[in-house]
């Protein structure tokens, strides 16, 4: 009887440790769900959002984006304008209203997945650097610190960036070509193709570095100053100009202005040194592309540190600074729509991502 109680006993645990087991499991199971259809359909509008967003402000600001670029590039020795509204009065007489938007498409074609995959890594990296900081600190309550939104957003620039570089390149290109210099490139898929096949894959990425670098305080500074401004307005509701937690469209477009140029002064001369590591290679570059001045063969450089210090060697400091003022008239209110139209399109379409959640 006694060895029958033990067997009894050692049955009865046995089973008990099964069911256990698999009570545990099937927690287990519910706990690690796959996404749900309305997960993944928040992921797509938010992206849908940020999309959105970067086409219309590019598209806002196309003139001024495409001069900017021909007077990073434009050669020394056969300058044909200095000034915003001299050259934009140049394109017009010269190329008329195409020529105003050219390029614009494949900067849009550019631009959306880029914007679309910035804001929506900067949404990711908020929730996640946010949810470290609070383990770090303990402090459940904690709220991100402008230094961790410079973060962030230097993550979600450098991620949108490097996805969609290939892009960025061949726009520059197709955007300094004009009606009298030698038409390399009929179109985007064209140009990528040109591109890859004469120069090689890596030719894609020329200019990657410096574009590494300079989005890093641009994109970094541009998401730290436009939230920590909207929050510091809200706390302390200076002027009016905050109802309770809401702010208006006009001072959300003053926050991405302020965002916005304090951004693209910091990292402007990484951009015009990107734009001329771009041209690098171009066998129809010498029509457009900057010389030493003294012949029409475009120089080459063999990294970032070569193409700073020739452009100084060459031109002075100054020339780091080319297409400034065309730039600061357009990046404030292309900063200044994108922001607003992300969050004007996300209350559209009901995206509900706050980053303190």
Not at 72 to 78: A, I, L, P, R
Not at 172 to 177: C, L, N, S
Not at 271 to 284: E, F, L
């Amino acid at each position: 009887m006694a060895s029958e109680d033990v067997v009894g006993k050692r049955s009865e645990s046995a089973v008990t440790t099964i069911v256990n087991l698999a009570e545990e499991a099937k927690m287990a199971s519910e706990g690690v769900k796959a996404p749900s259809h309305a997960a993944i359909f928040s992921v797509c509008k938010s992206l849908a959002a940020g999309g959105i967003a970067g086409g219309v402000s590019r598209t806002a600001v196309a003139p001024l984006e495409r001069l900017k670029i021909l007077l990073q590039v434009q050669n020394s020795h056969s300058i044909k304008y200095n000034g915003t509204v001299q050259g934009l009065k140049y394109i017009w007489r010269t190329e008329g209203l195409r020529g105003m938007f050219k390029g614009n498409g494949t900067n849009c074609a550019r631009i959306v997945p880029n914007s679309a995959v910035k804001f929506f890594s900067y949404e990711e990296a908020s929730k996640g650097i946010l949810w470290f900081y609070r383990q770090q600190t303990g402090n459940e309550d904690a709220e991100l610190t402008p230094l961790l939104r410079l973060g962030a957003g230097a993550c979600a620039g450098i991620i949108a960036m490097s996805a969609t570089y290939p892009m960025d390149l061949v726009r520059g290109r197709i955007t300094v070509q004009t009606d009298k210099s030698p038409s390399q490139y009929r179109g985007i898929f064209h140009a990528l193709r040109t591109v890859f096949v004469e120069e090689g894959p890596r030719a894609l990425y020329k200019g990657w570095l410096p574009s590494v670098i300079g989005v890093i305080p641009y994109v970094g500074l541009n998401f730290a100053v436009y939230e920590s401004l909207k929050d510091w307005l809200v706390k302390t509701r200076p002027f009016g100009l905050a109802q309770d937690t809401e702010l208006s469209v006009m001072t959300k477009l003053g926050c991405g202005a302020v965002a916005g140029t304090i951004g693209q002064t910091v990292a402007y001369p990484l951009d015009v040194i990107r734009r001329r590591m771009q041209m690098g290679g171009w066998k129809n570059a010498a029509s457009v592309v900057i010389g030493d001045g003294k012949s029409n063969a475009p120089i080459e450089y063999s990294g970032m540190i070569d193409a700073f210090r020739k452009t100084v060697r060459h031109e002075g400091v100054g020339a780091l600074y080319k297409g400034l003022v065309p730039n600061s008239v357009k990046v404030v209110p292309s900063i200044a729509i994108a922001f607003v139209s992300y969050e004007v399109v996300k209350d559209i379409l009901g995206v509900e991502m706050r980053i303190s959640d």
